[in-house]
Structures are given as C-alpha cells and as structure tokens.
C-alpha cells in the first residue's frame, strides 16, 4: 500500500455524495465532511482462552464516512462480531486485550472510561446484534424496552418518551405501533422482533450504526424488507452502517465499500463495484464464487471454498488464506502479503500473486 490510509479515496467519492443528498438538518456535518466518521487503525482484539490467544482482530484498519454503507464480509469465525465488539468497547477487559485505535468524530473510543463510551454508545454509535432473540428481554413489553433506551440517553417525559417509542416503530414500518408497544417479543414474528431492533438502535438517531448479520434468522423475503429498511434509514437520515455478514450477495447492491476479511485480517478492500468487477484476492474469488446465481445455465453444484478456515490461535508466517489458495507460491507460505493500492482508486488487496497478474 502507497501513502494514504487505505479508503481515504474512496471515502472522499462517498463524501460527495452524502453532501448532496444530506437533508438540510445535517448541514452542521458538512464542516466534517473531510475526516471520515470512523477511522480504525490497526485494530486488534485477541480473546485469552484455555489455549492460548485467539487473534479474533489482527491489526484491521479501516474507515467510514459519513452517510455511507461498508459491507464486512467473511466465512464464519474470521472476526467480524470481534471487530465489531472491539470498536463498541463491549468485550470484558478480564478476557480479551484490545489495541490500536478507534477514533469516532476525532475521539478515540479506546480511551474512553465506562461512563463515557456507555454515553457515546447508543447516542453517537449503535450496534444490532447478531442474534435477535437474545437481543430483546424476553419478560418485557416492546414498549418498556423501548421506552428505558430511549429515557436512558433524553431527557423525556413518559408520555413523549411512549409517543417517540410509537414514532421510532411507525419509521420502521411496523403497523401498529400502539398494539405492538404493549406485546412481548414473543407475540411478534422474527421480522417485527428484527424492526423493533432496529428501532431501538436508532432511538437515539445515532451517526453509526454496526448492523452485525441483521437477517441471518429470517426468510429470504422479510431479509430483502430488513436490508431496503436499512438502506432507506440510511438515506433519511444520513446515517452510516457497516452491514456484516458472511454472504457477499447480501451486501453487493446494499454497499458503497466492501471490506473482505479473511482469519482476522483485511485481505481486499474498496469500492463494491472495483471488488466484484475487478477482484484481485483469490480468496474474495472464492466468496463470490459461492454466490448462487439465477442465470446459470443448466444445473450447476455451487462452488465451496476447499480446505478448512485457519486457527487463529497460532497463525503461520504467511499468507493465511495460502493453504487452501489455487493461485498459492512459495512466497505466500513463508512471508505476509500487506495491503496494497490496485490500479482503482480507494480498491486495496493482500496478495503476493493476485488475480490478473501475468502468469
Ligand atoms: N468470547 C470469546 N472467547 C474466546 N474466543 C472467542 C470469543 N468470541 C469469539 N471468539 C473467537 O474469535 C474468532 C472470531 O469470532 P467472531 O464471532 O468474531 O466470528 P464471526 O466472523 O462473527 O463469525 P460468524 O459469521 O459465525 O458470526 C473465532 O475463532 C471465535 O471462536
Ligand atoms: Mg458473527
């Protein structure tokens, strides 16, 4: 990689854009529109286990700018929820060690105490979590769970605080608000459950919005509903989200950028069209390569990706993703590729022997 921090390009393009699409109430922003929301620098996050140190996080670093969708995507196990619990500061100090930089609106939040990240979190940031069920407290009404978020952070009468909560489900499509305040989450399909999730990450209009697997539990249908409610959120309020997941066809019409992660790691990088159009990571290849598609011709078995996800307890010196990589050298084995500039602008990759170089 040349000199700048790798999305600098790229997020200026999203800037633009979000300076001409911004509603009026974010003008205020506009004076920030240079610096990106969130820069993340060499992020790393390990859990201590009975094992050794699981490298969840090692060494990310990334942007997000204003107004944008950043798409994380991966297998299973390569760190996303990690990175997105390590810039959230939710990991117990006792189990896990955390390093780098997350600085959010010029703030480093690895600096914050307990006090001021709970104030930043919610307010400035907020995250959806991966498992929705356990997201919701099972013994309490839509209403009140809604109603103490929204009371933790405003101060609002409980009557505002129950008209904003009807608002917040009204701006996430749900029907009937006022029934829905007084049902328990039991009472409500896994797509309602998933809005009234939503709705509590943005009662507070956060600027950031970490949406981890937002509709991995749901139908193929009610997914489609969530990611458009997404996106439509996105542009009402010029709110950013990084949308995880391990599916790149969920995140390809929904994103500006992409960022592929690979066992902890960043391994390609830039804007969504430069990454499915002109892949340089043999293991982004792979990912794309097990997206169904409609137009195939005939019946054809959808590619899986040989060779089993690399421990991240003891990485090798190399390329993690060499052993399982058809295009793998020598090289790749023995020293770690670093992220570099492609021919696009803001489109950055790991790899020694990248696809379209002269074989
Ligand atoms: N609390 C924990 N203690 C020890 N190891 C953990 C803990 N949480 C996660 N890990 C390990 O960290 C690695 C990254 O896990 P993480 O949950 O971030 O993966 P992920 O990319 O979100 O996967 P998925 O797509 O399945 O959600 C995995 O190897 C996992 O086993
Ligand atoms: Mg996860």
């Known amino acids: 990689m040349t000199g700048s921090h790798p999305g600098e390009n790229a997020g200026a393009a999203a800037r633009q854009r979000y300076a001409h699409n911004a509603p009026a109430r974010f003008a205020d922003d506009a004076a920030d529109m240079n610096t ?20 969840a996080v090692d060494g990310v670093s990334l942007t997000v700018d204003r107004g944008e969708t950043l798409g994380l995507v991966g297998e299973s196990g390569c760190g996303k929820t990690a990175f997105a619990r390590a810039v959230m500061g939710l990991v117990p100090a006792s189990a896990a060690e955390r390093g780098g930089s997350v600085v959010f609106e010029g703030e480093d939040l690895l600096t914050l105490d307990d006090k001021a990240m709970r104030k930043m979190m919610g307010a400035q940031i907020a995250m959806v979590f991966q498992s929705p069920l356990t997201s919701l407290n099972p013994v309490m009404r839509i209403g009140t769970q809604i109603i103490e978020s929204l009371r933790l952070h405003r101060s609002l009468t409980k009557a505002e605080a129950r008209a904003t909560a009807a608002d917040l489900l009204r701006s ?62 996105r542009r009402e309020r010029g709110m950013a989200t990084v949308l995880v997941s391990h599916d790149l066809g ?110």
């Open 172 to 233: 996430v499509h749900i029907a009937d608000p006022g029934g829905t305040l007084r049902r328990y989450p039991h009472q409500l399909s896994g797509g309602m459950r998933q809005r009234v999730i939503i709705a509590i990450a943005l009662a507070c209009g956060p600027k950031l919005l970490l949406a981890d697997e937002p509709t991995t539990a749901l139908d193929v249908t009610v997914q489609a509903q969530i990611l458009d409610l997404l996106a439509e959120l």
């Open 36 to 55: 990106p929301l969130l820069e993340v620098r060499d992020l790393r996050l390990s859990y201590r286990t009975e094992r050794g140190l699981v490298r």
């Open 250 to 359: 969920v995140v390809a019409t929904r994103t500006d950028r992409i960022a592929v992660m690979y066992a902890g790691k960043i391994v390609e990088y830039g804007p969504t069209p430069a990454l499915f159009h002109q892949t340089r990571m043999p293991y982004t290849k792979a990912l794309l390569g097990s997206i169904p598609r409609l137009d195939a011709k005939g019946r054809r078995p959808l590619n899986t990706i040989p060779g089993r996800p690399p421990s991240l307890l003891e990485p090798g010196p190399g390329c993690r993703f060499a052993p399982r990589c058809a295009y793998a050298q020598p090289r790749c084995l023995a020293e770690e590729p670093p992220l570099r500039d492609s021919s696009t602008p803001g489109h950055y990759f790991a790899c020694w022997n990248p696809i379209g170089t002269e074989r």
